[in-house]
């Protein structure tokens, strides 16, 4: 077993979780009894690809640790995260007695741990929650930091709260279900994490693409473990975004445009790539990386078969989409360039045309 703690510390510790590798879903148990989480009812939220899954294996390993396991399924996909997801599992908690020192239990991907991880910030004003990610986006990036919420309409995590698991708990085994569009999805996540904060571990990720395109065990640790700590020193510093958190948005302004305007018919990690694309173009165009850089980048997301041009939307309609992003500040984007590779920054200053000029590169056109 493996594990990294994340922590904030203060007077009192603000929040304090410990990251769990496992082999498997039976160690899960004695985490919880460790945290003194366990001895009460537990409600497992899991979509419904998921569920069939892992649902029996998980109730199975945590059923001698509490005195009630309850599960909750919904449909797989984008469209369940939203608030009448959310107020159905309210529905199901009040019907089951759920009170405030029981447990939300967010088993599977990026959307199960977003709605599951709101619902527990605001039922009964908040109770405990631990997450469960079965998905390498989840893994590297979406199951840590606390960021719960939903979509509201085509507005993407426009309503939601910080709110920290108790535990997150990782399953190396579940990779392996993964289709590789998903995998893929989840490489975005990890290039991204590499490009804003360590130049060497995207070194690392080209060297050992074969390694990690077989999911070799020994590489993926690594590179999980890795994009974990970074995620890990970035949420310590600041755990509401009011500074350096925003850096790990790099890729999601345009990112977030293109999956609504699309209509999340591409995959978070899809969009997230062409999103660095462009960021990193209009990094290289400000000089603040070199051409070679650029194109480095480019191939990488490529070569996890990752998209890196896109021509489904007019470029105009993909820059008036980045205006409505929660990430603008007093009317202003704040866009997250290199400078240089492995080392992400915010910039308020870009402009409209040198977006427009991004987006067409993406189209091919420029
Ligand atoms: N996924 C970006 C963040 O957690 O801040």
Redesign the pocket.
């Known amino acids: 077993m493996q594990s990294l703690l994340i922590e904030r510390k203060g007077n009192p510790v603000e929040f304090s979780y410990p990251i769990v590798w496992e082999d498997g879903f039976k160690a899960i148990g004695s985490h919880l009894d460790m945290l003194g989480l366990s001895a009460k009812k537990a409600c497992i939220a899991a979509d419904s690809r998921v569920a069939s899954l892992y649902l029996q294996e998980l109730s199975d390993a945590l059923k001698d640790h509490f005195r009630q396991v309850d599960l909750f399924v919904f449909p797989e996909g984008e469209s369940s995260k939203n608030l009448e997801t959310v107020q159905k599992l309210y529905e199901f908690l009040i019907q089951k007695k759920y009170e405030r020192r029981d447990l939300l239990i967010a088993l599977g991907g990026g959307v199960t741990g977003d709605l599951t991880g709101f619902t527990a910030a605001t039922y009964l004003r908040g109770i405990d929650f631990i997450q469960v990610p079965t998905t390498l986006l989840a893994q590297v990036?979406?199951s840590i930091?606390g960021?719960t919420g939903v979509d509201l309409d085509q507005y993407k995590n426009m309503v939601g709260a910080f709110c920290q698991p108790r535990l997150v708990y990782m399953n190396a085994a579940s990779l392996v279900s993964l289709s590789d569009r998903q995998f893929a999805s989840g490489m975005a996540e990890v290039i991204k994490t590499a490009l804003l904060r360590d130049a060497e571990f995207f070194r690392w990720i080209l060297s050992h693409r074969q390694q990690i395109e077989a999911r070799d065990t020994e590489s993926l640790d690594a590179m999980i473990r890795r994009c974990c700590e970074i995620k890990a020193m970035v949420v310590e510093e600041d755990p509401k975004?009011q500074g350096i958190?925003a850096t790990?948005?790099l890729g999601h302004t345009i990112g977030h445009a293109i999956e609504k305007l699309m209509d999340f018919q591409l995959l978070h990690g899809e969009c997230v790539s062409l999103g660095t694309v462009a960021a990193a173009y209009i990094s290289y165009r400000r000089g603040f990386i070199p051409e070679e850089d650029y194109q480095n980048i480019r191939s990488c997301l490529r070569a996890f078969h990752l998209p890196v041009s896109f021509c489904k939307v007019p470029a105009e309609k993909i820059l008036l989409a980045t205006k409505t992003d929660k990430k603008m500040e007093g009317g202003q984007i704040k866009f997250i360039l290199l400078h240089p590779l492995g080392n992400a920054v915010i910039d308020r200053t870009v402009c409209d045309e040198e977006i427009l000029e991004a987006i067409h590169i993406l189209n091919g056109e420029a």
Do not use: A, H, V
């Open positions: 990036d979406s930091g960021k975004e958190r790990l948005n």
